[in-house]
């Protein structure tokens, strides 16, 4: 951003691109949709590019969470935005008889999106998805962890959409403090708690509504299996869910697991022979796994690894290459507790293995811990099932996958307690950047006339009665003692 002169121009610019409203027509949002659409196929090569330069992600991957989970995206909401945005009936109850109701969407105005580096194009563009699709103007600010790609999202996107309503600022901290002073409609935050906390209280300065999509530790739970098979296609979910997810760098990547001690072992040696098959008989020369984003984070998790007591417990990988910031797929078998790899969102491709004296011990272990973004049991145990379900809470629960539900529309994406607040995803995007305004549309036919002072005995009785039978019996009562 130029210059902060510069930048209340362009917020002026916004305000009153809003109040033109343009943005509230269908036509503009599905133009700015389909600008969406446009710039993903005709810039796909360029922006795995840009993913491979900042993290060193393969094209496949690439491809597979952000330019195909965003078209996806874009296609789902280009098919439902006209109904998302038409008004809802709402039934009435009898006394209000004869009025009528409505719940009408509408846009919330100007509003601001934060995103991070680890998918830079997924988590700036699909936040945009529903503030388009609701119909507001729009500011958003990727990572500056992700040059190369906020980059792009900054200097080409913008050719593909209606600058008046849109711009893409780049910056770090300092960029988005100076944002976070002005008002906006919403703020969609995706990133730390740390930061989650500053940005919401930026925006109480203004009553801003805000959507915390933070971090966390999530877990997955890893039952004895049915059969060899399932086991396989369960440790192929975890590791994909690890290591294949931005090299364990996902906000709903598997941070931990938790097993029974007897059925570690197995589990271990299945997942040895699994990375290998993955990864390659020598992972260090993986051209499949994301590097770590910087330095700063590289040496962070090195130095979780240099803790002798979990130096100790690596059954697995453990070698760190400070100069190609790749760190190759490691497991460890019990490390202590009390470790920040324990105690500290891993956010990298190390994968803690917990063991446990039987496996229902794992629900005690999850709450004991702030509730985590996402939650994994890999089980067909029907009653453990039950219990995580109705014993746990987390931002989201999945049974024997991992990962998987952050692509599928129809479920909301978001967290709970220090994982965040706020959804979206699908509609929930298009929800959670629209007010839904109640129209009530009464009628002068009837009137209840007793809803007015003098108040007397007899008025009293009637709204009792009329509160009493829940108005049914009561406008009986009031058509047959109707007084002027
Ligand atoms: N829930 C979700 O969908 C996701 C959550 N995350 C979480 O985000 C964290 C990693 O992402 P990072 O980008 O490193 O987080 P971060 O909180 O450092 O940065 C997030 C955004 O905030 C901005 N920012 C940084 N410092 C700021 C400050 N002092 N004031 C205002 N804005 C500031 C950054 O420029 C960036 O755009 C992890 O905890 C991860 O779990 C990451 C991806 C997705
Ligand atoms: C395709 C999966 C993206 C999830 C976003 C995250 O976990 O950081």
Known sequence: ????????????????????????????????????????????????????????????????DEVGMLTKSVNNALKGVTQWMSPKKIPLPLAAFPSSADMVPEPLGLVLIFSSWNFPFGLSIEPLIGAIAAGNTVVVKPSELAPASSSILATVLPLYLDSKAIKIIEGGADV?????????????????????????????????????????????VVDSLGSSRELKIAILRI???????????????????????????????????????????????????????????????????????????IVFGGSCDEENLFIEPTILLDPPLKADIMSEEIFGPILPIITLKNIEDSIDF??????????????????????MVSETSSGSLTFNDAIIHFLVDTIPFGGVGQSGFGRYHGKYSFDTFSHEKPVLRRSYLTELWFRYPPWTA??????????TFNYVGFVLVMLGLKRS
């Open 366 to 387: 999850i709450n004991s811990r702030p509730k985590p973004l996402a939650l994994y049991a890999f089980t067909n145990n029907e009653t453990l099932k039950k219990r």
């Open 1 to 64: 951003m130029d210059g902060i002169g510069e930048f209340e121009v362009e917020l002026k610019e916004l305000r009153e691109c809003f109040k033109s409203r343009k943005t509230r027509e269908l036509n503009w949002r599905k133009t700015q949709l389909k600008g969406l659409l446009k710039f993903l196929h005709e810039k796909e090569e360029d922006i795995c590019k840009a993913l491979h330069q900042d993290l060193g992600k393969h094209n496949v991957e690439a491809f597979r």
């Open 176 to 220: 988005a403090q100076i944002l976070l002073e002005k008002k906006w409609d919403k703020i969609f935050f995706t990133g730390s708690t740390r930061v989650g906390r500053a940005v919401m209280t930026a925006a109480a300065k203004h009553l801003t509504p805000v959507t915390l999509e933070l971090g966390g530790k999530c877990p997955a």
């Open 458 to 467: 007899y008025k009293f009785n009637l709204i009792r009665t009329a509160i």
């Open 239 to 313: 590791l994909g869910g690890k290591y294949a997810s931005c090299g364990g760098q996902a906000c709903i990547g598997i941070d931990y697991v938790l097993v029974d001690e007897k059925f570690a072992p197995i589990l271990v040696d299945s997942m040895k022979v699994a990375i290998k098959r993955m990864f390659g008989d020598n992972p260090k020369q993986t051209n499949a796994m994301a590097r770590i984003i910087n330095k700063q984070r590289f040496l962070r998790l090195k130095s979780m690894l240099n803790d002798d007591n979990v130096k100790a417990s």
